[in-house]
């Protein structure tokens, strides 16, 4: 979702840790001064972080976006029941499938980098606003409405928001019978549109072909994206970072601080609780290094041999954070004014876990040397 | 969508550029700035990030007092927001004509574009009253290449590549690629004597830096001797402020035809997006009936949100460097001394007082640019002047945090409009003052090649 009211909160919180981290502070610093440093850090020992790489990108990864691809094909399928036979039956169904397909987006916004930033997939996906003049504008035309003009169209006018407005209607309460023709028509250009991105997706991380994540496997000097193992495992904390950053001070903020529910991304669906959690799940997969029962080794790994009792907090505070989500009195777009307390609890406990992971979890990848 | 890094690890890395200077016998805020070495990699001073990942371009300064960072993430949502047609509840206004719906859509994790590269389009002479390009009747000044539901875009450029084989002074073949533009689906003709300049969206980090360099280090950087003997010899661009009604020296852009961020920022959101504010307040397209859309919204965005997003930009932190002492790297950063590119790609600069944002102000930059405009040669002339910018001439741009590209946005196309594919190809294309830096590396060894590429890849 585009807009964001953010406040940091981050001066506040770093003063309680300075004095734990001054030290190895000072270390770092004057390393800069000296002798073959990269990032400003000075690595002591050679973990050997490849394993953790190949599974984020194979096992979580590959396999969120392979869950995507799928399932976006089949949100195409029930839309194109849907178009057929009209009925309260095969909208809910469409419905369904819709949020079965938001489950794995949501759950690979921990790592929106590479191909589906690269390529302008994110935009195509899962742009926010829904450009809702212009969408008019078009079913009130004469045009045809299939893959060359969605094509055209900018991606205010396609991707999840786009089916979302059409499926639920503003009030997410549409009834068969407000569906046009031209809508049902809309809808199919646009489900197969998204189908079709989200293959793309999964094809760019496809282990089988010229994947990205080759790069994230085996960082070196002649890789073009990732010197070392320290940025790659880097881009996975920013990842994970970014996401629980854009949950707390954008998605729930925006909202909750404007109390203002147009501001609000999956407000059609009233999905947004699901959305949240779902985007903490990605955090839990990429830490853990699992995905959909295959358990690999995951940052927490990594973590656990530095710093036991962070690898226990981390994990503690991931579920702490799906739990408070989870815990908003549903749905989202009411919880704002009539259980403000509730959606602000949910927003610390994910800003628990963001600090978390970039204050506490960042300074251990620095032990990484190679 | 296209969401970025909001939060940056500030006072952590804050912590680290003051210990660097310190351990560094850094002087103090009030003492005149002294350089802390090549081996620092501090790029963009107290405003330098650590971070090599696909989120370099886009970390707030370290340096930002509380109040800033807060102002900085504002700011963020404000670059980041895609705007839509109006009438609509939320960001509102886009179009008619527009080339893209978000400042972040063409600076994609705010870096270089690849294929959101726009043009500019002007009459021949220049306009009597700010010196710049003339608007091109039917046109304006820029070609929107995109338009709301209903509306035509006045044009689609396509692209066609001439490849061009050539061999290195050793035998060693490389290639280039020329590019031609084909105007499609025009909406009315397009005069011959128009003029047209591709512009590829540049890296948007590190601008506050540049904006807090004084206009006399720009002119003391104009007025030096050329004492290799190549002929480089820089200028500033003046051009026009809109809202002093005056011109003023240029900052800003491929062409230095922007004083300063606040009208870069606010000239983006009315030409790229269809966006007005009060800056500028008609739509580009006023003057062309088939785009009115009747609608009295303008100014559709506030002054408050154009100076929030020029704030993002003015407060964005510059990539470290790295491998600062590998051999190679250092052999290449001789290299690039030795051929002559550090008399425009400016290795040192000290900025002065920022008008508004004092973090920026003071700083020792490495940025590899004088901001200056050089005459280019005639592979890279465009035909087209802006304000005092003769065709061939352009802006050197700042090397800082390229070694990056890649990381960030998957690809390494150089030179405003992409044509180059890769540092050397950058540099083949370099004519004109750079003729002679030039010549001296189409004369280098493979080596030697490897390790100018290496250099630039730490930068």
Known sequence: MEIVRKRSRFIDGARSVLGTVVLGLFAVGFAGCSDDDDDGIDPPVGYDAEPILRQAAHGVIFATYEDLRFAAADLNGAIAVLRVGPSETTLAAARSAWRAARVPWEQSEGFLFGPVSDEGLDPAIDSWPVNETDLNAVLASGEELDQELIDGLGDELKGFHTLEYLLFGLDSQKPISAFTAREFEYLGACAADLSNKTERLAESWDPKGENFGRFLIAPGDDNPRYASQASAMQELLEGMVTIADEVANGKIDGPLSEQDVTLEESRFSRNSIADFQDNIRSIQNLFLGRYDGNDGPGFDEFVRANDPGLEARVKTEIQAAIDAIGAIPAPFTTAIFEAPQAVAAAQIAVRTLQDTIDRDVRPVLADLSR | ?459
């Open chain 2, 1 to 459: 969508m296209s969401r970025r890094r909001r939060r940056a690890h500030a006072a952590f890395y804050a912590l680290i550029v003051g210990l660097l200077a310190i351990g560094c016998g850094h002087d103090g805020p009030t003492d005149p700035p002294s350089d802390p070495g090549p081996t620092v990699p501090l790029a963009g001073g107290a405003a330098t990030v650590f971070n090599a990942t696909s989120s370099a371009y886009t970390l707030p300064a370290p340096n930002l007092a509380a109040g800033s960072l807060d102002r900085h993430f504002a700011g963020d949502a404000a670059f980041e927001a895609a705007y839509v047609t109006a009438p609509a509840v939320v960001q509102s206004g886009l179009g008619p004509a527009f080339n893209e719906t978000s400042c972040a859509g063409c600076h994609v994790r705010n870096g270089r574009g690849r294929e959101s590269m726009l043009f500019r389009i002007s009459a021949p002479g220049r306009d009597a009253v700010s010196g710049g390009p003339m608007p091109l009747p039917g046109f304006g000044g820029q070609l929107q290449q995109r338009a709301v539901f209903g509306a035509a875009p006045e044009a689609r450029i396509e692209v066609d590549w001439l490849y061009i084989d050539r061999l290195y002074d050793d035998g060693s073949p490389y290639s280039m690629r020329w590019p031609t533009y084909r105007a499609q689906g025009i909406t009315r003709p397009i005069p011959s004597s128009r003029l047209l300049s591709p512009r590829v969206g540049p890296p948007v980090f590190g601008l506050g830096l540049i904006e807090a360099i004084s206009e006399e280090t720009l002119l003391e950087l104009a007025a030096r001797p050329d004492t290799s003997g190549d002929g480089v010899s820089g200028r500033v661009n003046y051009v026009w402020d809109v809202e002093r009604q005056e011109r003023v020296i240029g900052r800003f852009g491929w062409k230095a035809s922007e004083p300063d961020l606040v009208q870069q920022s606010a000239h983006a959101f009315q030409e790229d997006m269809g966006v007005t504010s009060p800056i500028f307040p008609r739509e580009s397209t006023a003057d062309q009936p088939e785009y009115d859309d009747s609608l009295p919204d303008d100014p559709e965005i506030s002054r408050e949100t154009v100076e929030l997003a020029a704030f993002y930009l003015q407060t964005l932190g510059v990539p470290a460097r790295r491998k600062v002492d590998d051999p190679q790297v250092r052999a290449g950063e001789q290299l690039f001394a030795q051929a002559g590119c550090v008399a425009c790609h400016v290795a040192r600069i000290v900025t002065g007082a920022h008008p508004t944002v004092s973090e920026m102000s003071h700083q020792v930059i490495h940025p590899y640019s004088d901001f200056l405009l050089h005459d280019m040669g005639a592979a890279l002339d465009d035909g087209r002047n802006d304000f005092d910018a003769n065709p061939s001439e352009w802006r050197t741009p700042p090397l800082w945090g390229v070694g990056l590209l890649e990381t960030v946005n998957g690809h390494v196309e150089l030179m405003h409009d992409g044509r180059a594919r890769g540092f050397l190809e950058a540099i083949v294309w370099h004519g004109g003052e750079a003729e002679a830096a030039k010549q001296r590396v189409l004369g280098m060894s493979q080596s030697e090649r490897l390790a100018l590429v290496a250099f630039l890849r730490s930068l």
